[in-house]
């Protein structure tokens, strides 16, 4: 767990850099007397802010989420619960920020070259598609495990919340129904 929280807190990093650069250096660039972006008005522009925008805010997240696992107590209650359930949340953020990423990197090649080239939307949107799925297949039976042995009872155990809870039933299996009138005598 520790070794996969260095890996992805690694590329979150990396993806943080590389949209935070892409947000400041916008596009098209901007129009030298207002300042303003060339392409301010444009569908693939809107495309591009917001993508880029929501891939900056989950890669950051997914960067916290993955620091927290490794500066975690390591304890064996964390190891049950807390732990698997950073390392979930990180996954899927750093999945949609890899997404998200992507999808700003198509339209910034959409605005700057299919108006020339109209050809070139196809193989734009099926490169993108590329590694996002690529991410996936790697990554999600990792993720289906966590959520596996996190939520769901193995070998029909309850689960560690259930397990700590106090149930008063419970004494009644244990001691019978004779049992039951002793102790509360």
Do not use: H
């Not at 039976?141 to 042995?149: A, E, G, K, Q, W």
């Amino acid at each position: 767990m520790k070794s996969t929280a260095e890996s992805c807190s690694i590329t979150a990093a990396l993806i943080t850099t590389i949209v935070f650069a892409a947000a400041i250096t916008v596009p098209g660039g901007s129009n030298q007397e207002t300042g303003i972006p060339m392409f301010k008005g444009t569908i693939p522009f809107t495309i591009f802010a917001v993508s880029d925008a929501i891939s900056l805010f989950a890669s950051t997240t997914a960067l916290l989420v993955f620091l927290s696992i490794l500066t975690a107590r390591f304890s064996e209650q964390d190891f049950l619960v807390s732990l698997p359930r950073r390392l979930i949340i990180g996954l899927c953020t750093l999945f949609l920020s890899t997404t998200m990423m992507m999808i700003a990197f198509s339209a910034t090649l959409f605005l700057v070259f299919v108006d020339q080239r109209n050809w070139m939307l196809a193989p734009i949107g099926g490169l993108t598609c590329l590694p996002i799925a690529v991410f996936v297949t790697l990554q999600f039976p990792l993720v289906v495990d966590l959520f596996r042995s996190t939520y769901f009872p193995i070998f029909g155990k309850q689960s560690y919340i259930e397990r700590g809870k106090f149930n008063p039933n419970n004494i009644q299996y244990f001691f019978g129904n004779r049992g039951i009138e002793y102790v509360l005598e």
